[in-house]
Every structure is written in C-alpha cells, then in structure tokens.
C-alpha cells in the first residue's frame, strides 16, 4: 500500500516498509504506523529529518542506515526497542534522545555514527549490545544508568576520545 509518491506501507498499514525515492531530504511518518521497518530508509543519504508520531513502538534494524545526512532525530516515547544497526553509518548524526520507554539497544545500532558527541542513555535500559557505539570517533562522554546489568563485547570500540 503507497501512501504518497516515497512512503510504501505494509498491507495492514502498520508498518513503513520502504521509500520509493531515496534523494530525499525529509519525511513524515504517518500517524498510526507502529513500526518503522527493516531497512526502510537505509540509504537515503540525503535524508536530514524525519518526524516519528508517537505511534511507532519499534525502529527495525537497519532502518536508517547509511542516511549520511541525518544529524538529529527526536524518538517518541512511544518507542521500546531500536534494531540492530538502526542509525549504523549516519555520519552526520550529532545527537539523539532515547526515551524512557527504551528498554535495549541492539547490536551496532549507532555504530560509525563519527559526528555523535554525546548521548544519555536513560535509567529504562538494561542492555547495551555488541558494538553499539563501535566507530563513534566524536563520542566525548556518555551517562550509563545503574539499570545497565549488560554492555556486551566491543560497544565503544573506537571510540577513541570517549571519557566514561
């Protein structure tokens, strides 16, 4: 199902599967999509934002991988689970929020995010998967919660002048 010329849906219209048009520089999700599917913007390059309703609960993996141009995006606190590789690769990528309601942070999900200075992770997180922040050349400091019980192999990998 298309909902305009770049968003294609599933057919129950749950899920945002896909982008026709991967030039371009903005997009809104739809309100009333509960997931933001595997690789559905992943190499939208020129992609600098996006607006998520707060009806999406997940961002699947590889959801936005390779969206070079992406610097900030504003996660609903509808959102409990950010997907292997989620935001792998964007570059550009400056900051991030992750709401309360995020209980795990897949594998590489922010990996070679090299622009990504800083990030609190909030006290809802228990895990923090392997490689995760692997690559985030800028990362300067980063807040681990008590709630953290997990951080697996190689999650700061790279991070060369990271202070924890």
């Known amino acids: 199902m298309e909902i305009d010329k770049n968003l294609i849906l599933s057919d129950d ?3 945002l599967i896909g982008i026709k048009d991967k030039h371009i520089t903005t997009a809104t999700i739809p309100h009333g999509m509960t997931k933001i599917g595997r690789g559905a913007f992943a190499w939208c390059s020129a992609l600098k934002s996006i607006d998520i309703p707060n009806s999406v609960t997940e961002i ?3 959801a936005f991988s390779w969206c070079e141009s992406l610097e900030s995006i504003d996660i609903p ?7 292997w590789c989620a935001f792998k690769r964007c570059s550009a990528l400056k900051s991030i929020d992750i709401p309360n309601s995020v209980t795990k942070i897949e594998s590489s999900a922010f990996a070679g995010c090299s622009a990504l200075k800083s990030i609190d992770i909030p006290n809802s997180v228990t895990q923090i998967g392997w490689c995760t922040f692997e690559g985030c050349s800028a990362l300067k400091s980063i807040d681990i919660p008590n709630s953290v019980t997990k951080i697996e192999s190689s999650a700061f990998a790279g991070c060369s002048v990271l202070y924890l």
């Open 13 to 15: 219209g749950k899920t």
């Open 60 to 62: 699947e993996e590889g």
């Open 77 to 83: 606190n509808s959102v409990t689970q950010i997907g």
